[in-house]
């Protein structure tokens, strides 16, 4: 491919090119990706989650890191790891989106709203704590309700604090 007669700038941008190739499809080997499958109602959600709340969280099934690995590095921001940390059922997920996590200090509140805050939230409550270790005399997250939300129409608990405090 490199010939004799190819001119010197020409042998180098070929040669360049080739390094940038092997670069870029060696950098998308190690990407990793929704590990959710497309064809489940849960997908619009870890999609959702890995771009709204993958900053601060982590949960391999949305392919984020966004929780401390390190507690010496850790910030306020970083929340809890759900790959380990069970939340169920999903109505309390859904109370975290709304208030900016239980504390309300330090996690944004409604990052998103309505349908989408919904589907993350039933995202969540299916996925978090698959990772959790086993512990005796500690029920398993898979266990507990997932009590999974109406994606449409009100949440009665919800509904009626938000039109009683207006
Ligand atoms: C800026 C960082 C940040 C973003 C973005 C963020 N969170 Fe959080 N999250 C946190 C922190 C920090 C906590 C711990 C909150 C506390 O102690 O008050 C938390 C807590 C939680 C909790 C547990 C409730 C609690 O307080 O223990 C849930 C569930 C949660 N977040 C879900 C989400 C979801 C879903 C999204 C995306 C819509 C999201 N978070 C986006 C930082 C963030």
Do not use: W
């Not at 180098?12 to 670069?23: K, S, Y």
């Not at 959600?45 to 690995?69: E, M, N, P």
């Not at 998103?112 to 398993?140: M, S």
């Amino acid at each position: 491919m490199i010939s004799a007669r190819m001119s010197r700038p020409a042998k180098v941008l070929l040669v360049f090119g080739a390094t940038m190739a092997v670069a870029v499809l060696s950098a998308a080997c190690g990407t990793e990706k929704i590990s959710v499958p497309k064809s489940s109602a849960a997908y619009a959600g870890a999609v959702l989650f890995s771009q709204r709340c993958g900053g601060c969280h982590t949960l391999s099934y949305a392919a984020t890191h966004g929780s401390a690995a390190n507690i010496r590095t850790r910030l306020v921001t970083n929340g809890p790891n759900f790959n380990a940390r069970c939340e169920r059922p999903a109505i309390r997920v859904l109370y975290a989106i709304e208030n900016g996590g239980f504390s309300g200090a330090y996690m944004p509140q409604n990052i998103v709203v309505g349908k989408q805050a919904r589907e993350i939230a039933d995202f969540v409550a299916r996925y978090a704590g698959r990772q959790a270790p086993l512990e005796p005399n500690v029920e398993r997250c898979t266990q507990k309700s997932k009590d999974l939300l109406p994606l449409t129409g009100s949440i009665p608990e919800l509904s009626s604090s938000a039109s009683s405090s207006s």
